[in-house]
């Protein structure tokens, strides 16, 4: 269906941009379930128990010591799943914004202190604060059109259609098209995309801001197709 299609049109596109973070030097992370590890070296930094994001929370304090690469193949494969519906997707998206977001606030002033190069900073710094586009997009759709209806410049209207279509549905069309993806597959997963990230615009500023003052503990496992 359409969310299985997007999800995987999604998660490709992810590991492509992860891929460009590494190859510019834009300070890659560690992907989750993909990462593998020196097991000497992770034992030596171990886990942060109270992080729900813990392999970014590992990639920060990688970071902070100084410069770090890890180093993204295109040659190793594993088996992932599918949130079973897009309630549970919220669910993961919400961990994930909040997670980011809260362990970046613990280590932002250490990593911009540490003797990483300025587009490493700056790639580490992108990534930190991806939560704030929720709610920069609920405050122009949604809440300046209600205090200022009607009154929204046209060139900001365009100019904003235009940066989405650069940095959001050109690599979303890349990532569909690596799958495989036909013209008219392509054109149903951006809309359905484009329709689904503008539903959630209330759930991921929820998660953005409570990871700015709020110490999240608790997993929230997401339920998969088999």
């Not at 813990?54 to 295109?74: C, H, M, N, Q, S």
């Not at 914004?97 to 002033?109: A, S």
Request: charged fraction near 20%; avoid cysteine.
């Amino acid at each position: 269906g359409f969310f299985g299609m997007f999800y995987r049109a999604g998660a490709a596109t992810s590991i492509r941009n992860l891929k460009g973070q590494s190859d510019l030097g834009f300070g890659a992370y560690f992907a989750g379930a993909p990462a593998i590890f020196r097991y000497e070296w992770l034992r030596g930094k171990g886990f942060d128990e109270t992080s729900i994001t813990e392999d970014w929370e590992l990639t920060l304090r990688a970071y902070g010591d100084g410069p770090f690469k890890i180093a993204v193949r295109e040659d190793l494969w594993v088996s992932a799943a599918v949130p079973m519906n897009v309630g549970w997707f919220i669910r993961q998206q919400i961990r994930w914004t909040e997670g980011i977001t809260r362990d970046f606030r613990k280590h932002v002033w250490r990593l911009i202190r540490s003797r990483l190069s300025i587009r490493a900073k700056g790639g580490l710094v992108h990534q930190g604060l991806m939560g704030l586009q929720g709610p920069a997009l609920f405050l122009f759709w949604l809440i300046l059109p209600t205090i200022f209806p009607g009154k929204l410049p046209f060139l900001a209207m365009v100019g904003l259609f235009v940066a989405l279509g650069i940095v959001w549905g050109w690599p979303m069309s890349q990532g569909a098209r690596f799958e495989g993806y036909r013209l008219k597959q392509m054109a149903s997963v951006l809309v359905y995309a484009f329709l689904l990230s503008y539903a959630l615009l209330p759930t991921g500023t929820y998660a953005f801001l409570s990871g700015l003052v709020r110490n999240p503990s608790r997993w929230t496992v997401t339920k998969r197709r088999g």
